[in-house]
């Protein structure tokens, strides 16, 4: 992969973007979240012999070989587990996971788990397209029941994991949401999750033109998609609707949402430090809209800063040969 060197220039989008051709499926979601991701790149004024792009398997995993960045392409489920050595390796790195909703959520979920409670200085990209688009069009951990796919022919009879729900049930710090059509809305959060010290997590809705084309068309059709987004701004009231009329309100005497006109009197007003609101946010489902945006920020040390931290406080006992033979050690005698 070629690497251009620009010093003096302003970096553009387009010196993002590595000299390989680009190979996802005509039509493919992949291709508006690359141009995001660079955009975003571009705007942030990223160093890119100081960015890593990390992936595991799956049709996401191909995104290192089209950023002109240093990359890793690893194995199934474990972009986590390499992103993390590299930021422990060297805290100045700029890195990023790219990953999709089965190589995050299915055999990688015990990485992303464990990465996200660490709080490891990461920028997670998860692509959500319900289904596995590289091994053709099996079901994965966000199908919806009743998904039919060649392996769930009859349709699935399990119940999908809500990525953000379980992002933020693993102690994560920073968890949005975004689609890949929306390109100002996804740069803009891209951007966010970037400017957050630690752990964060973009969840992007994103669509899978051959084998599960139009999946979320009833959230980012024209139509709909005022009545079936509801926009997380921080210190905003949770309004939807093409003329926003409607809004969400806590329905008294409970920890559920219900819908209310927009003259309510008390709509919630989204507070992305709130974790049980960003919970009940990103578990929403139809009739209700899907909540879009910063759902949590709460910002706490990063792990590779505490690591760091242990290890510049002066140790007690430097001879390791004193250290091996102190306590609960035993003289064996034939």
Not at 15 to 31: H, I, K, L, M, T
Not at 55 to 60: D, L, R
Not at 265 to 284: C, I, K, M, S
């Amino acid at each position: 992969m070629t690497v251009t060197t620009i010093t003096d220039a302003q970096l553009a989008p387009k010196d993002y973007a590595s000299d390989q051709e680009v190979r996802w499926c005509p039509g493919c979601g992949d291709y508006a979240i690359l141009k995001a991701v660079q955009k975003a790149c571009a705007d942030l004024g990223l160093v890119r012999e100081r960015t890593v792009f990390v992936s595991g398997i799956g049709c996401a995993a191909r995104f290192p070989y089209y950023m002109s960045t240093y990359g890793f392409h690893t194995v199934h489920g474990r972009a986590p587990a390499i992103a993390t050595g590299i930021k422990l390796a060297n805290p100045e790195l700029d890195v990023w996971v790219l990953t999709g909703d089965g190589d995050g959520l299915s055999i990688g979920g015990n990485h992303m788990l464990h990465v996200l409670r660490r709080n490891v200085d990461l920028n997670i990209i998860l692509f959500n397209n319900e289904i596995y688009g590289l091994t053709k069009g099996q079901y994965s951990p966000t199908s919806r029941r009743g998904t039919r796919s060649p392996s769930t022919p009859l349709g699935s009879i399990e119940n999908p994991v809500s990525a953000c729900a379980f992002a933020l049930g693993a102690g994560a710090r920073f968890v949005a949401r975004s689609i890949d059509t929306l390109q100002a809305h996804l740069i803009a959060t891209l951007k966010r999750a970037h400017t957050h010290r630690g752990a964060s997590f973009v969840e992007i809705l994103q669509n899978c033109v051959v084998f599960n084309d139009a999946v979320f068309e009833h959230i980012t059709g024209k139509e709909v998609a005022p009545d079936a987004q509801v926009l997380a701004e921080h210190g905003k009231p949770l309004l939807f609707g093409k003329n926003k009329e409607k809004g969400l309100r806590l329905k008294p005497g409970t920890l559920a949402l219900e819908i209310v006109a927009a003259t309510a009197g008390d709509v919630l007003v989204h507070d992305e430090t709130n974790r049980p609101l960003a919970q009940l946010l990103a578990a929403l489902e139809p009739p209700f809209p899907a909540a879009m945006g910063v759902l949590y920020c709460s910002p706490a040390a990063s792990y590779e800063r505490d690591v760091y931290a242990q290890q510049a406080v002066p140790k007690g006992n430097s001879d390791l040969d004193a250290l091996l033979n102190s306590e609960r050690t035993w003289e064996v005698v034939p």
